[in-house]
């Protein structure tokens, strides 16, 4: 089992630049999340999706855009960037939650730089 | 406004030094406290989830406890290995997760 893969894992852009961050899970989760993290601050929600079709904003979400068409990807793209999105992004899937603890499962972490 | 915080930002602890984490929450509806522990450049892995006040769960070195305000993280005896960043989330009913910034720890051999 691979758990969650991210691709890439660094990458720099130039302002107004676009791309897409690759998320992919092997365990047969039904959610999956995009989080990114910036020092000094918790993890913060960009988006989510509880199955595939289906995606929600969640805290931070301006800027961003997901997809989700198979169920073990899901897709996050910078339509043009900016410095402000200079972070660590962070992938993690889970179970549905109520069943029991809805422990996430992170993927390694994908470096974005903004110029 | 649902809140987690953490303390202290860092921590530096000679091995054998036994010494707490704090993870401070203020949330709406609290549906269970969580714990991650995060590596240089790699995603938090999960060590323990608690639901109510006075719940306690331990593995190896850590323990973690609950009350209805706050959740600790007990270190005993540490080693070297134990150094990392370590997270406590709460998740709420009907939504997510608000994370904490984490506290990093440092054990010296």
């Known amino acids: 089992n691979a758990g969650v893969t991210q691709t890439p894992k660094f990458r720099v852009l130039k302002t107004g630049q676009s791309m897409t961050l690759l998320c992919a899970q092997d365990m047969n989760h039904e959610y999956m999340y995009w989080y990114r993290q910036d020092p000094g601050m918790g993890l913060r929600l960009i988006h989510y999706?509880?199955?595939?079709?289906?995606?929600a904003k969640g805290e931070v979400p301006d800027g961003y855009n997901v997809s989700r068409l198979k169920k073990q990807n899901f897709l996050l793209g910078l339509e043009s960037a900016a410095p402000s999105q200079t972070s660590v992004y962070f992938c993690?899937?889970?179970?549905?939650?109520?069943?029991?603890?809805?422990?996430?499962?992170f993927g390694a972490g994908s470096r974005l730089t903004v110029l | 406004e649902d809140q987690v915080t953490q303390s202290p930002e860092a921590l530096r602890l000679q091995e054998g030094e036994s010494s707490s984490l704090n993870c401070s929450y203020t949330v709406s509806g609290l549906r269970g406290l969580f714990w991650y522990r995060q590596d240089p450049g790699k995603g938090p892995e999960f060590l323990f989830t608690l639901y109510s006040a006075g719940e306690e769960k331990e593995k190896e070195r850590l323990k973690a406890t609950l009350t209805k305000k706050e959740s600790f993280l007990h270190i005993t005896a540490p080693k070297p290995e134990d150094s990392a960043t370590y997270l406590c989330?709460?998740?709420?009913?009907?939504?997510?997760?608000?994370f904490g910034p984490g506290t990093r720890l440092s054990v010296l051999p």
């Open positions: 989330a709460a998740e709420l009913y009907g939504q997510n997760f608000v």
């Open positions: 999706s509880v199955g595939e079709g289906t995606t």
């Open positions: 993690a899937s889970s179970y549905l939650p109520g069943s029991g603890a809805n422990v996430l499962t």
